[in-house]
């Protein structure tokens, strides 16, 4: 093999991985896919020589992705194999012996075959079994990491990598169970039973089980207090706030129509200079209307300070525990306002 630059669709394993065996190219989906696959073909196969193998097998993961070819089955699977990934290498092999054998490549067919039929011995396998009354539960769902297992799968010995993986089950209504497994590699054999799902409490919502290398049953973990921080104005304080503003326009109301009372009864004192009766109309009428100016003024004046001293004080007392807040009561009389305030100083 030495000299030769191996190609995706002519691809040949050394005499412990591949044979020189030709076959005609297929074509790519569009030119700028083949171009991609080939150039990641070339990569994990340079990477592959170099012993970089756990870069090396991303590289015609993807090649093998964009544009399928039994070379790169055939690399990809020599690839697995070497990580210690048997199961998955066993089953690209036999992939790629289906994919010689419909293109027509019957010597690739046959070296892919044996490759399969040489790992299967090693295999490793993992069965998940369900005990019945779990199985019966109405929207049951297991799974194997990230893989969902279809009922028809219980209690079957596949295939699998070794390394740990975590089997969870899950329902509404349900609490979550999972558990991790840990598989060995050399034909080691593990299994697990998934219990009887408890019923979730009265009005809880089951969570999902999750993965992520937690150990022990998720569901024996209670969830994690979350803490939460308020910030900004309390209700108290932006009440307090609405008081004080309203407050100062009442303020300002009983400044405009004191203003307007001296006004009027400066006219007024026009055309009734003298203290005492007044004949005139004009200046009995702009007397009146001082007077209905001042008692208003006093009125705004006496409702805008009481707003102003309530919101003052639900400001500032607002922050404050339950035990600590006043209670501010606004009373109101004819030309006068006040107010009650009770609690802890």
Same mark, same amino acid.
């Given at each position: 093999?030495a000299g030769?630059?191996?190609?995706?669709?002519?691809?040949?394993?050394?005499p412990?991985c591949?044979?020189?065996?030709?076959?005609?190219?297929?074509?790519a989906?569009?030119?700028?896919?083949?171009?991609?696959?080939?150039?990641?073909?070339?990569?994990?196969?340079?990477l592959?020589?170099?012993g970089?193998l756990? =870069?090396?097998?991303?590289?015609?993961? =993807?090649?093998e992705?964009i544009?399928?070819?039994v070379?790169?089955l055939?690399?990809?699977g020599?690839?697995?194999?070497?990580t210690?990934?048997?199961?998955?290498a066993?089953?690209?092999?036999?992939?790629?012996?289906?994919?010689?054998?419909?293109?027509s490549?019957?010597d690739?067919?046959?070296?892919?075959?044996?490759?399969?039929? =040489?790992?299967?011995?090693?295999?490793?396998?993992?069965?998940v079994?369900?005990?019945?009354?779990?199985?019966?539960?109405?929207?049951?769902?297991?799974k194997?990491?990230?893989?969902?297992?279809?009922p028809?799968?219980?209690?079957?010995?596949?295939?699998?990598?070794?390394?740990?993986?975590?089997?969870?089950?899950?329902?509404?209504?349900?609490?979550?169970?999972? +558990?991790?497994?840990?598989?060995?590699?050399g034909?080691?054999?593990?299994?697990?039973?998934?219990?009887?799902?408890?019923?979730?409490?009265?009005?809880?919502a089951?969570?999902?089980?999750?993965?992520?290398?937690?150990?022990?049953?998720?569901?024996?973990?209670?969830?994690a207090?979350?803490?939460?921080?308020?910030?900004g104005l309390? +209700?108290?304080?932006?009440?307090?706030?609405?008081?004080?503003?309203?407050?100062?326009?009442g303020?300002?109301? $009983?400044?405009?129509?004191?203003?307007r009372?001296?006004?009027?009864?400066?006219?007024?004192e026009?055309?009734?200079?003298?203290?005492?009766?007044?004949?005139?109309?004009?200046?009995?009428?702009? +007397?009146?209307?001082?007077?209905?100016?001042?008692?208003a003024?006093?009125?705004?004046?006496?409702?805008?300070?009481?707003?102003?001293?309530?919101?003052?004080?639900?400001?500032? +007392?607002?922050?404050?525990?339950?035990?600590?807040?006043?209670?501010?009561?606004?009373l109101?009389?004819?030309?006068a306002?006040?107010?009650?305030?009770? $609690?802890?100083?």
């Amino acid at each position: 093999m030495a000299g030769l630059r191996p190609f995706r669709r002519f691809a040949a394993l050394v005499p412990t991985c591949l044979v020189a065996l030709g076959a005609a190219p297929a074509l790519a989906q569009t030119g700028t896919d083949k171009a991609a696959a080939e150039a990641l073909f070339d990569q994990g196969v340079r990477l592959m020589k170099s012993g970089s193998l756990t =870069e090396a097998c991303p590289k015609l993961e =993807e090649s093998e992705r964009i544009d399928p070819a039994v070379g790169t089955l055939l690399y990809l699977g020599e690839c697995y194999e070497k990580t210690g990934k048997t199961a998955s290498a066993w089953a690209t092999f036999r992939e790629a012996a289906s994919l010689a054998t419909t293109s027509s490549q019957p010597d690739r067919a046959r070296l892919a075959a044996g490759r399969a039929q =040489e790992l299967e011995p090693k295999l490793s396998r993992l069965s998940v079994e369900v005990a019945p009354e779990a199985a019966n539960i109405p929207g049951l769902v297991v799974k194997r990491g990230p893989n969902k297992l279809e009922p028809s799968l219980y209690g079957t010995p596949l295939p699998v990598d070794p390394g740990d993986y975590r089997v969870e089950a899950s329902a509404p209504g349900y609490e979550p169970w999972s +558990t991790p497994v840990k598989v060995e590699a050399g034909q080691a054999n593990a299994s697990v039973r998934v219990p009887v799902l408890v019923k979730a409490p009265e009005g809880a919502a089951a969570a999902p089980a999750t993965g992520g290398g937690v150990e022990g049953p998720l569901a024996e973990r209670p969830p994690a207090a979350v803490a939460v921080k308020s910030s900004g104005l309390t +209700t108290q304080q932006t009440l307090g706030i609405v008081a004080g503003g309203v407050g100062i326009v009442g303020v300002g109301l $009983g400044s405009y129509f004191g203003i307007r009372a001296i006004s009027k009864n400066s006219d007024a004192e026009q055309h009734c200079p003298k203290e005492g009766f007044c004949s005139n109309t004009t200046g009995v009428e702009l +007397t009146n209307q001082a007077r209905d100016s001042a008692a208003a003024s006093n009125v705004a004046f006496a409702v805008g300070a009481g707003l102003v001293a309530v919101g003052a004080v639900l400001y500032l +007392t607002g922050g404050r525990s339950e035990s600590e807040r006043l209670a501010v009561v606004p009373l109101f009389s004819p030309g006068a306002a006040a107010a009650s305030i009770s $609690g802890r100083f």
